[in-house]
């Protein structure tokens, strides 16, 4: 068990449907966005293409993750365990060249006596290539991406604040299996005349079990003799509300981490306007937090003090729009009618050669 949370582990939680597909959309999506360096300037700001920072966005931040698996590892780590953490490599001149994933389990945390967090990370053996040694690593060493904290240094995971909300999915999830391991649902009863000594009773659940109990024996013929009778019984999922129950279980978990019950495919509730509804307000209230820890944490613990205040992190929502054609085009519409934007700018968000220019054909 995760000792950040009693109770259930992290890998135990992401066997429910919901904390998985949950985790999936929140840090697949902030992963999925465009993120830039700008510099400020007097007249706004400008992407700076050669900045360290950049190049690891442009072509990975390590030599193992792509930015886009990168960020996503790193949300879903906080999401989970309420902490997420990576070591930050300086090269000779003080600028990063590398940011590596440190699996908060790894990690013990201690309060220095200048008030400082020292991160002391005990590598297992994984394809990582740990050696089990301890080693320190400083706050200002690492980025550190917190959920909610208590005493504002360490992050809580919320499968720790809703622990019992959690279990109850197991428990459901764990009842249903067995009903179906057990022969699906108890369907009816079987009924004689005489009664049966403990031994005949013993062989005969035994005998029933196994050829009639399990789903993989489902629709097998019974055959009764000795005057036994099979009695329907009217009990089923539905009667006993399990398939409710569990339908609650998901809204409840994604209540859990703040998204909306369509995003994660359930939609018991769900018409096409809440559908497009629903898609807004995971933008706005899911991932707009997070994306402004992201960027938060970059600007704090990356950039060089010279830069601070002057050079910006940003991951570009606007891209969360791309799987929304309608929406984007309106947007832009709207920009070029108030001389918000010229056209060729928007082509250029597009992707497009501006329109008084031509591309010559590849020879």
Not at 175 to 199: C, R, W, Y
Request: hydrophobic share 40%; proline share 5%; charged share 20%.
């Amino acid at each position: 068990v995760d000792s950040s949370t009693p109770g259930i582990s992290a890998r135990a939680a992401e066997n429910l449907s919901a904390v998985l597909a949950c985790i999936n959309a929140i840090s697949g999506a902030i992963g999925s966005l465009p993120a830039y360096v700008y510099q400020a300037t007097g007249k706004g700001r400008q992407q700076l293409p050669s900045h360290p920072l950049q190049q690891l966005i442009d072509i990975g931040p390590n030599a193992y993750q792509t930015w886009p698996e990168f960020i996503e590892w790193l949300v879903a780590s906080a999401l989970l365990r309420g902490n997420g953490l990576a070591e930050i490599v300086l090269n000779s001149r003080g600028e990063i060249v590398e940011l590596k994933p440190i699996p908060w389990d790894w990690c013990t945390v201690n309060l220095l006596p200048n008030g400082r967090l020292a991160f002391d990370i005990t590598p297992v053996q994984m394809h990582y290539g740990g050696t089990g040694k301890t080693r320190r690593l400083l706050q200002h060493e690492v980025i550190h991406l917190r959920d909610r904290t208590d005493d504002g240094l360490i992050g809580r995971s919320r499968l720790q604040r809703a622990a019992a909300t959690v279990q109850a999915g197991r428990e459901l999830q764990t009842f249903a299996t067995k009903m179906f391991q057990h022969g699906v649902f108890p369907s009816g009863a079987i009924e004689l005349d005489g009664k049966l000594n403990d031994l005949q009773r013993g062989q005969f659940s035994s005998a029933f079990k196994e050829s009639f109990a399990s789903s993989s024996n489902a629709g097998r013929a019974l055959i009764l003799d000795q005057g036994m009778k099979w009695k329907q019984l009217g009990v089923n999922p539905e009667d006993a509300e399990l398939l409710e129950s569990r339908r609650f279980s998901v809204e409840e978990l994604a209540r859990l981490f703040g998204v909306p019950p369509p995003i994660i495919q359930d939609y018991t509730h769900n018409t096409f306007t809440n559908s497009e509804t629903a898609g807004r307000w995971f933008a706005v209230h899911t991932l707009t937090p997070w994306i402004r820890k992201i960027e938060c944490e970059f600007i704090r613990q990356v950039l060089s003090t010279s830069e601070r205040g002057k050079v910006q992190l940003d991951i570009d929502l606007s891209g969360f729009l791309r799987g929304d054609p309608e929406q984007r085009w309106k947007a832009h519409e709207i920009a070029i009618r108030n001389q918000i934007l010229e056209v060729n700018e928007v082509r250029e968000v597009e992707g497009w050669n501006p329109k008084n220019e031509t591309v010559a054909a590849p020879t």
